[in-house]
């Protein structure tokens, strides 16, 4: 299998792991990156920004294909297809889930057999070709046969939404790590330059948000859904064309085959040699000879102590000598430590479950500014769903700014050249979370009071804070999560340790809604009468809802405290 030790002849001397060295400088990246040909990558004529331009751009076609989508689709189930809400609502939570399911699947298929490029295309193909069923399910003619009425436009939009789905499961993941992939981690000034990349990466997703959010949003409500869907299924096409244009300049990392794999055969051999004591001499354990890994498209990983209990695997045995290569058996250092990173790893990722309700509640912010004055000037009422745009320009102004002004700054206080290691930047994106729900409970506590004193009723432009204060939060939290991803993952399971942290996303928002559920029934909910979230707010507590939530993110910051004091950075490669 490819990835795994099999192929490979078993030296049964020990071997010294080695020691990280600095990279010679050279024509050619030091991070085993090729170029499309195959050929080791040049510095000079691929990657960096002139590879990132064309990523991006296509990053910010399908963002904005996506949130074209998912912004407005429940008002294309009701209105056009006539689902009633429940049954919209239910579709989209359903579809939202699998888009975030499906990403497992990619990384899979791009760490272990395609590669991320491959994967990049292949679905962005398959998104596009979802966008073009969404497109003719809205322009399917109506005067059909009775018994056939609904079912083109039906079949179309759900074979349209879960090919989107499928289509996002390899783009997610693999679009910011390839795009890291362009700068070679071995040279300081190019690893400098890839920090930034990840804050360009989540202004592009912001700026397809913004665009979707505002004047496609307007097209599909004042033009048709054929053009609303047709605009950006364009987009979509304009940014696979940009995307396989610049193939030449792109650096390319080799798949290294199943990680899953390569977990379980650590697992099974560790448990296999449960009897057998690990030598203390790290440099008796099993690695391959010379400088390359066993794992195509990895570097070597050294040996580190703690969870000794996985070094079993990289024992050698009497059994191991007189046999020929057994990776169920005998395991290299490299593969047992990709294992350990990954464990390491493990308990940062889990915190992003409870850190992602924040945005998850957004739903109840829209329904707290349904209670609120939301006339800005005589003749203009703003709808409560449109302040979700505070978030987005702060997204937009923040992520560029940071960049420009906030690190520099922040460098200057800690001494630390890159202002914020990824692991400081969730945890004050995890503060921000914080005082977001904080506000918006001091919020629905004064909206309250002025009903009970019969007072005007609160301007809705008191949300913007709440709103700001997570667009705060995910320019923190979540390019801090997928930087992290990338940087502490090993070489060969970069994609599947991105699809970890976007996948927390669907546990954070199954946990909100469990939880609407309980505290519903437990607080005399039932019916939509009464509770803390009852029909009409002026007769619940939605603010004491928002204060649990609050502490449950204050709660999660303390457990993410301890689990990063306590992690143990990946070492150098060799």
């Not at 949003?217 to 004042?222: F, G, H, K, L």
């Not at 987009?235 to 696979?240: D, E, L, M, R």
């Not at 745009?389 to 906030?406: E, H, M, Q, S, W």
């Not at 520099?408 to 994106?429: C, N």
Request: hydrophobic residues 45%; proline residues 5%; aromatic residues 10%.
């Amino acid at each position: 299998m490819e990835g795994s030790i099999t192929d490979a002849k078993l030296p049964l001397l020990p071997l010294l792991n080695g020691t990280p060295s600095l990279q010679e400088e050279g024509p050619y990246t030091g991070n085993g990156s090729v170029d499309v040909k195959g050929n080791p990558a040049s510095k000079t004529h691929t990657g960096k920004w002139k590879a990132c331009y064309s990523i991006l751009g296509g990053e910010f076609c399908g963002a904005l294909a996506y949130y074209a989508v998912g912004t407005n689709l429940v008002s294309y189930l009701t209105k056009v297809q006539g689902q009633s809400n429940v049954t919209a609502a239910s579709n989209i939570a359903a579809w939202q889930g699998n888009c975030y399911l499906t990403t497992i699947l990619g990384a899979f298929l791009a760490d272990s057999y395609w590669g991320r490029h491959r994967t990049i295309v292949v679905s962005l193909t398959t998104f596009t070709f979802g966008m073009v069923l969404l497109t003719l399910s809205a322009v399917v003619p109506p005067n059909m046969h009775r018994s056939m009425a609904t079912f083109p436009q039906e079949a179309l939009s759900s074979l349209g939404l879960y090919m989107t789905a499928l289509g996002l499961g390899g783009i997610w993941p693999c679009v910011p790590t390839f795009g890291a992939d362009q700068f070679d981690d071995t040279d300081v000034s190019e690893k400098a330059q890839k920090e930034l990349f990840y804050n360009w990466y989540y202004f592009a997703v912001n700026g397809g948000f913004f665009v979707a959010s505002t004047v496609i949003v307007w097209v599909q409500d004042n033009c048709g859904w054929g053009l609303g869907f047709g605009i950006p299924t364009l987009f979509s096409v304009i940014g696979v064309v940009g995307f396989l244009a610049s193939m030449r300049f792109y650096r390319y990392q080799k798949p290294g085959g199943s990680a899953l794999t390569r977990i379980c055969q650590v697992v099974v051999a560790a448990f296999r040699k449960v009897h057998v004591d690990v030598p203390s001499d790290s440099s008796l354990l099993y690695e391959m000879p010379g400088k390359e890994s066993a794992i195509v498209g990895s570097r070597k990983l050294m040996h580190t102590d703690g969870l000794r209990f996985f070094d079993r695997a990289a024992t050698i045995t009497a059994s191991d000598e007189a046999s020929a290569s057994r990776p169920w058996k005998l395991c290299t250092v490299t593969q047992v430590e990709e294992l350990k990173i990954f464990a390491r790893m493990l308990p940062i990722f889990l915190t992003g479950v409870i850190f992602n309700t924040a945005e998850a509640c957004f739903p109840l912010f829209v329904e707290q500014g349904g209670a609120m004055d939301n006339h800005v000037a005589a003749a203009f009422a703003l709808p409560p769903a449109s302040l979700t745009t505070f978030t987005c320009v702060c997204i937009l102004v923040l992520a560029p700014t940071y960049d420009r002004v906030l690190m520099p700054a922040v460098s200057r206080l800690t001494g630390v050249k890159r202002g914020l290691s990824e692991l400081h930047r969730i945890g004050v994106g995890m503060v921000f979370a914080v005082l977001a729900l904080a506000a918006a409970a001091a919020v629905e506590t004064a909206r309250l009071r002025s009903v009970e004193a019969d007072a005007p009723a609160v301007s809705i432009l008191w949300q913007a804070p709440q709103y700001v204060l997570v667009g705060v939060a995910k320019v923190f939290g979540v390019v801090g999560y997928i930087e992290f991803a990338y940087e502490q993952s090993p070489d060969a399971m970069r994609s599947l340790c991105q699809a970890c942290s976007l996948i927390m996303v669907t546990p954070g928002s199954y946990l909100l809604s469990a939880m609407l559920t309980i505290i519903s029934s437990v607080t005399g909910g039932g019916g939509g009468h009464g509770g803390w979230i009852p029909e009409n707010l002026n007769e619940g507590h939605l603010d004491r809802f928002f204060w649990l939530m609050a502490a449950l993110q204050l709660i999660n910051l303390i457990a993410f405290v301890c689990c990063a004091a306590t992690y143990k950075r990946k070492l150098p490669t060799t």
